[in-house]
T-cell receptor
Framework: KQEVTQIPAALSVPEGENLVLNCSFT??????LQWFRQDPGKGLTSLLL?????REQTSGRLNASLDKSSGRSTLYIAASQPGDSATYLC????????????FGDGTTLTVKP | GAVVSQHPSRVICKSGTSVKIECRSL??????MFWYRQFPKQSLMLMAT?????????EQGVEKDKFLINHASLTLSTLTVTSAHPEDSSFYIC??????????FGPGTRLTVT
């Protein structure tokens, strides 16, 4: 059974800092991995999707990497802003599980002005 | 990008009543839709997978008679919480997939049972 772990559970940084969020998964036979942002009481906003054949994806100040063999992904946020404060969720989509996704518990990020 | 809507966004109901939540794919045909549940400060837990025109597949521990799922068309799936109780209060999120393993998420429905 796939398990997804996100570390740290919470992170507080001053504005302007670069930061890295970590995601690890136990079964490397994934189809793709997706990073989401969730604001309190809101739904999910997709940030980046990395196919299993890719090693990284970039969008603006965000960069996500994927190392399938080691079961790890990182989300790098450059020059953090207070508006980046949210919970960041990592989800993996399995090859052999009918497209089902497994979510990590998320990292709650607070960027202080 | 693909858009998925949910209705209602928020609902309050009395214990013992039933509530229906709709999930629609607005600009694509979704062969598969997924229903998730999220408790406060916890991650999303998959409840069931539904394919258009067939019965939903429920995850272990999810009561199929309590959470009725209908996927009657390629753009609409519904989740009905029957005889709701306060412990059913949660945030329900659907996702829709038109391509294998590409899921697009709805904005969620906050259910409060009093």
């Amino acid at each position: 059974k796939q398990e997804v772990t996100q570390i740290p559970a919470a992170l507080s940084v001053p504005e302007g800092e670069n930061l890295v969020l970590n995601c690890s998964f136990t079964d490397s036979a994934i189809y793709n991995l997706q990073w989401f942002r969730q604001d309190p009481g809101k739904g999910l906003t997709s940030l980046l999707l990395i196919q299993s054949s890719q090693r990284e994806q970039t969008s603006g100040r965000l960069n996500a990497s994927l190392d399938k063999s080691s079961g790890r992904s990182t989300l790098y946020i450059a020059a953090s802003q207070p508006g980046d404060s949210a919970t960041y969720l990592c989800a993996v989509f399995d090859n052999t599980n009918a497209g089902k996704s497994t979510f990590g518990d998320g990292t709650t990020l607070t960027v202080k002005p | 990008g693909a858009v998925v809507s949910q209705h209602p966004s928020r609902v309050i109901c009395k214990s013992g009543t039933s509530v229906k939540i709709e999930c629609r794919s607005l600009d694509f045909q979704a062969t598969t839709m997924f229903w998730y549940r999220q408790f406060p400060k916890q991650s999303l837990m998959l409840m069931a997978t539904s394919n258009e025109g067939s019965k939903a597949t429920y995850e272990q521990g999810v009561e199929k008679d309590k959470f009725l799922i209908n996927h009657a068309s390629l753009t609409l799936s519904t989740l009905t919480v029957t005889s709701a109780h306060p412990e059913d209060s949660s945030f329900y999120i659907c996702s829709a997939s038109g391509e294998p393993y590409e899921q697009y998420f709805g904005p969620g429905t906050r259910l409060t049972v009093t």
